[in-house]
């Protein structure tokens, strides 16, 4: 673990954000490299990865992160006076929640998106993997809103995105008819 910011010194530069989604993207990179996690075994997802990837278009309220270095991580929130209740972590202070996932990130982490921040590097799950995990809880957990997620990624990013990846990581999930309506929906 590196030198470790004090609790003011992560406010000051969680500061320098313009958004809010800007403060979760460097709150992530400062956790990641004050923790000395390597880039490849951390990992924004879920909803926060979706809001990073919509620049605030989609607002999750929490960090959704997965790393196998979670001791290190929690080490480093403590320090950062987050308390703990399960897997959530909070910072009444900092107005930020912190949800650590448990590993492994189930996704394609070559298809992951390495974005650098003044305060190092965070990496975001793939945004196939995204869509296909928002149709699955649209699916099996009848979260309602998730399919519009999906959809949103996918107007956003239809050109670029590996259709036949998603139909593949779909077939696993048992959403494949749930992706084809999307790819079809986006023109895709």
Known sequence: MTK???????????????????????FAALLRTAAGVSPDRFFVVGGSAIEIYTVGKYTSGDMDLVTDEGERVEKVLR??????????????????????????????????????????????????????????????????GD???????????GTTLDWEYIERFAVEHQVLDLARELRKAVGA
Do not use: C
């Open 4 to 26: 470790v910011l004090r609790p003011d010194e992560l406010r000051s530069k969680l500061a320098l954000a313009t958004t809010s989604t800007e403060a979760h993207l460097f």
């Open 79 to 144: 320090h950062w006076e987050f308390g703990k209740s399960g897997r959530i972590w909070t910072n009444d202070r900092l107005d930020l929640v912190v949800d650590l996932v448990k590993p492994p990130y189930t996704g394609s982490p070559e298809r992951s998106t390495l974005v650098t921040t003044p305060f190092g590097v965070v990496r975001l799950a793939a945004i196939e993997d995204l869509l296909v995990k928002r149709l699955s809880a649209t699916r099996h957990w009848g979260v309602k």
């Open 147 to 157: 399919f519009e997620h999906a959809m949103m990624l996918a107007l956003q990013f």
